[in-house]
């Protein structure tokens, strides 16, 4: 089993910046690919960015160029640093890990990150 605690998240304003912390626990070995996705009220989670453990990077199209995903692998901690934020950008923001076995899939238990104009 793996755990995911995030951190980070708040209120900003239009056009100001966030780092998203999220602490990996547990069977760290079993992650293959780490990353952030969000959902905000009455939409589908939607993927923002991954990384995998050979460092290869996956943005949406919507964050390409203000977002930035990267890990410390020393603290077993990936980092999501939000730059340009926008109202739209308000979501709860989780953090997921992803290992070989399709239940080796999981969860942090997110963290509201919210955007005024």
């Known amino acids: 089993q793996v755990q995911l605690v995030e951190s980070g998240g708040g209120l900003v304003q239009a056009g100001g910046s966030l780092r998203l912390s999220c602490a990996a626990s547990g069977s760290t070995y079993r992650i293959n690919v780490i990353g952030w996705y969000r959902q905000a009220p009455g939409k589908q989670r939607e993927l923002v960015a991954t990384?995998?453990?050979?460092?290869?990077?996956n943005y949406a199209d919507s964050v390409k160029g203000r977002f930035t995903i990267s890990r410390d692998n020393a603290k077993n901690t990936v980092y999501l640093r939000m730059n340009s934020l926008k109202p739209e950008d308000t979501s709860v923001y989780y953090c997921?890990?992803?290992?070989?076995?399709?239940?080796?899939?999981?969860w942090g238990q997110g963290t509201q990150v919210t955007v005024s104009s």
């Open positions: 997921n890990a992803k290992g070989t076995f399709t239940w080796d899939d999981y």
């Open positions: 990384m995998s453990n050979g460092g290869s990077t």
